[in-house]
Structure formats: C-alpha cells, structure tokens
C-alpha cells in the first residue's frame, strides 16, 4: 500500500473558496516540521478551527467532507498535546488519508513560501480568487504549484534486482533504494530511465516496462515506476558522487519492505514476492 491508496477515501484537491467549520482541520509547518498529536499507536491527529479560533487560514483541499486549511499567521505554539514532528514521519503514521492529506498540505505550503515575488518582475505576487494560483497584478505573471516528474527503475537480472544505496553527502536517506532520477527537458520518462542507469551504475537496458505512479509530496516529485532488464555486460560501474553502493541482490535476500509506503518499497515488494518476473 503506497502513501496516495487512501480509498475508499476520496482526495479532493479542486481548489475552492470556502469557510471552514469548527471540525475543520488546520494543518501548521515551520520548516520541515508539522504541528501534530501522536498517540503511542501512532494514530496522529492535528489541530481543528474550533481550537484555535483566531488563526489566519487559507483553503488547501478535501479528503470526502473533512476539510483541510493552510495556517497562515506566525508560527503556531505547541498546545495542549499538540507537537512539532518532521514531516517524515507522516510515512510511518496512521489514519493513511490523514498523513497523506498532510503531506500534501506540507508541498503547497512549500510553494506559497517560495512564491512570494514574481519571477519575471519582482513584483508581490497576491493569491488568485478563481484556482490555486499566485498572480502579479504588475506583469499579469501567473504561477501554479510546482510538479516535478521522476522514475524510479527496478533494474532486473533474472532473479536478481539493482539496489543501490545513497551517498550521506546526498540524501540522509540510509536504507537500500532503486535507481531514481528526475526528467529532463525533451526527454521521455523511458530516456530517463536509460540516461539514469546508465549515470549511476553504468549499465545499458532493454524491455522497460511502465508499473505504477505516485505522487511523492515530501519532495515534490511525480515518480513514475519502470521495470526493465540489464543489456549485456551487468558489471556496475558506480556514480560515487551520489551513491555509496549498487549491488545486485537475489529475490530471497531483499529486506521486506511491505510496511513503508512509497513507490520504491512496493516496487521492491512485487519483486521480492515474485509478482515481477
């Protein structure tokens, strides 16, 4: 199960204007931190509008009728059992639809702090009335919120998969990985996955498959899944800037990543299992 399989919840981003209720939720960040209750199950739950009366809040999105809202004021105190947790650890959190609200309620909150100015004038740039969007009303600039699309590559070898592991100087991120990269201008998603292999460990590929998409809101990327098998030689020649280690390793030895919820684990998970041949 990945962060975005919520149903049968239903995740509504449409934006739109609205005035919260006194159920409503408010979701507060400072830096990479979210304001939180987490019980020892680690059920999480956030602040609700009837609790914090006087905030400055602004509209995100809906998970069914459970409506989210952006604080927007100066940084919320810890209150009550209420306390500040790095986003991260939405991954491991439950109710699913909650964290998964969350975490995406931390990626617009991210953009509207790098919109503040206009890109093309300098001007300050206001919040649209009609759609999520920032505007200048000095140049007419319209900015949208950011998506970065990605792949990740489950590079195959018979029985064995390429895992690779990250540099500390480039992600802190210290558990086995895939091959990952993001798309370039002019490039398809399968240029990427042949670009990005062929950069990290050195190696050529054939039969790339599409398997699944997830979007990843703790980056801001859009990861699209590819499957493929090695191309001749399968000796690893290591991009040692970014990674610390590429190995292939055998379905049997692949650590059971089932309890984690992004594209990479599941993605593993399918071929650890057998489901990927």
């Not at 979701?27 to 931190?33: A, G, M």
């Not at 998506?147 to 500390?168: D, F, H, M, W």
């Not at 002019?186 to 998409?213: C, F, P, Q």
Request: net charge negative; hydrophobic share 35%.
């Amino acid at each position: 199960m990945m962060l975005q399989d919520i149903a049968p919840c239903v995740f509504h981003i449409e934006y739109r204007k609205d005035r919260p209720g006194d159920q409503d939720w408010l979701l507060c960040f400072r830096k990479n931190e979210i304001l939180m209750a987490v019980s020892e199950e680690g059920m999480l739950t956030f602040p609700t509008i009837r609790e914090w009366k006087e905030a400055a809040y602004r509209y995100l999105f809906a998970v069914d009728q459970m409506k989210y809202y952006l604080f927007t004021g100066e940084t919320m105190p810890e209150f009550k059992n209420y306390r500040y947790y790095s986003v991260r650890d939405l991954r491991h959190l439950r109710p699913l639809w909650h964290a998964f609200a969350a975490a995406n309620g931390y990626r617009l909150w991210c953009w509207y702090q790098s919109r503040k100015f206009c890109g093309t004038c300098g001007g300050k740039l206001e919040h649209s009335e009609t759609e999520r969007a920032m505007c200048c009303p000095s140049c007419g600039n319209v900015e949208y919120p950011v998506i970065c699309p990605s792949v990740i590559v489950g590079v195959k070898n018979g029985e064995r998969l390429l895992l690779t592991r990250y540099q500390a100087s480039h992600s802190p991120y210290r558990n086995y990985a895939l091959v990952a990269g993001y798309v370039e201008t002019g490039e398809t998603a399968e240029d990427t996955v042949r670009r990005e292999v062929m950069e990290e460990v050195g190696l050529k590929v054939k039969n790339i498959t599409y398997y699944k998409s997830q979007p990843w809101p703790f980056s801001g990327a859009f990861l699209m899944g590819f499957f493929c098998d090695v191309d001749g030689d399968d000796t690893i020649s290591l991009e040692e800037e970014e990674l610390s280690e590429a190995v292939w390793m055998k379905r049997e030895d692949l650590p059971d990543r089932s309890g984690d919820v992004s594209l990479t684990s599941e993605m593993m998970e399918q071929f650890r299992l057998g489901l990927v041949q």
